[in-house]
């Protein structure tokens, strides 16, 4: 398939060691966390199957070249020194995305306009012509990343942000990022072990990443175009090898998954977007308030949710938060509820204590997935019994040595 060569994965804060997990499972060498990134190593097969299948990466990026750079000048000389024929001719498009964290430079737009200008140049030079830009959908799109007098030119091989999964078509009011939504399953430790409910799921983001976790089903199955796929080493019948790799590993689900929300047309969004990710199978969606809803089975229940932070949706905090805890301990024992808020004065209402919480961010938002073990009768009397049992056994055992000795 071809040498290694060192690529990069982008994620979201709090995100990397499960990203660097994904990439250990999928083959990936010399794995290196940073933050919101993660460095690894492996051919152009590794990176399809990074496109593909990782879950909590947001783009995957293959590293070209990289030199000093203290000023605008600096910066144009280094881009006009590549050889940009080797990736990029005058037919196609090409589109720069820039970041820096640098006290040379101060501004992202001004650093892709001088990368795009010294591109431009090139080619003028060389062939008398210059290739077009096109910001939105362009044949290859470059990375620029400059930290404090580093510059590092990548290739995107993703193109659009990995979370546009290609399943979801319509959306509520708040709609969850997929890369989020896979996250917070994978710090909540759902891999399929049971029944699983979102009581307040919106288009049903949480419930799709649920059931594709469950049947270990690649992430970005349903995507239809990556920006390598217009790359001149473009391998197509590797990418197809990688991709009938990964479907072979799809496992079935044996639980039952569900979805509530009030409003009948969110429900009817979530309902088309499952039917579109072909996962109707195993989510089924109903108008139900959680407020007025109560567990139908005593086996253990996974539950992850992410309701209202009074940001775009108005609602009365202090009830709303209260309802939640006095609904899950009424009516939700033995389960394992998570749910993520950025409200953060809002937790103190649920009149419970998290037995964990995880530091994230919900787009520009500072968050908190916070999880409530949620026992079949007290927990207390849970120990009180557990205690209560093992007298029993230590009695039962005193009459065994007894009678053995007479």
């Known amino acids: 398939m071809g040498q290694n060569f060192k690529m990069v994965a982008k994620t979201l804060f709090g995100f990397e060691d499960l990203l660097a997990t994904e990439l250990a499972d999928l083959g990936a060498a010399h794995i290196e966390k940073g933050t919101r990134v993660v460095h690894f190593e492996g051919d152009s097969g590794m990176m399809y199957k990074a496109n593909l299948a990782c879950r909590t990466a947001i783009k995957v990026l293959k590293p070209i070249h990289s030199f000093h750079v203290k000023n605008e000048k600096m910066l144009y000389q280094g881009i006009m020194k590549m050889d940009w024929t080797e ?28 990368t795009k200008d010294a591109i431009a140049d090139f080619f003028v030079e060389k062939m008398g012509k210059r290739p077009d830009v096109d910001t939105e959908n362009p044949h290859l799109r470059i990375n620029i990343h400059i930290a404090h007098d580093t510059c590092t030119v990548s290739l995107d091989s993703s193109g659009q942000s990995l979370h546009q999964r290609g399943y979801r078509q319509m959306t509520g009011y708040a709609p969850i990022n997929e890369v989020l939504a896979a996250g917070l399953l994978l710090h909540s430790g759902w891999f399929g072990q049971s029944d699983f409910l979102d009581p307040m799921c919106g288009s049903g983001t949480i419930l799709i990443e649920a059931a594709m976790i469950a049947c270990n089903i690649p992430a970005n199955i349903n995507r239809e175009y990556f920006a390598c796929m217009d790359w001149a080493c473009w391998d197509e019948d590797l990418f197809e090898q990688m991709r009938e790799l990964l479907m072979k590993k799809i496992r079935d689900y044996d639980f039952e998954m569900r979805g509530f929300d009030t409003n009948p047309k969110v429900a009817d969004f979530a309902k088309e977007n499952i039917e579109y990710a072909g996962l109707e199978d195993y989510i089924k969606i109903a108008k139900q308030d959680f407020f007025k809803s ?113």
């Open 294 to 406: 109560e567990k139908v089975k005593e086996e253990k229940l996974h539950m992850l949710f992410n309701p209202p932070y009074d940001e775009r949706l108005e609602i009365n905090t202090e009830y709303f938060y209260e309802d939640i805890g006095n609904t899950l301990k009424k009516h939700y024992a033995n389960s394992n509820a998570w749910m993520i808020t950025a409200n953060l004065e809002a937790l103190k209402f649920v009149g419970l204590r998290p037995s964990r919480k995880i530091h994230c961010f919900n787009g520009a938002l500072e968050a908190r997935l916070v999880k409530y073990e949620m026992w079949a009768g007290s927990k207390r009397t849970k120990f009180q019994n557990r205690g209560e049992d093992n007298k029993v056994e230590n009695k039962a055992e005193n009459n065994t040595e007894e009678q053995a000795s007479e």
């Open 87 to 114: 990736y990029l001719d005058l037919e196609k498009t090409f589109a720069i995305d820039a970041t820096v964290f640098s006290e040379y430079f101060n501004h992202s737009k001004y650093v892709a306009l001088k």
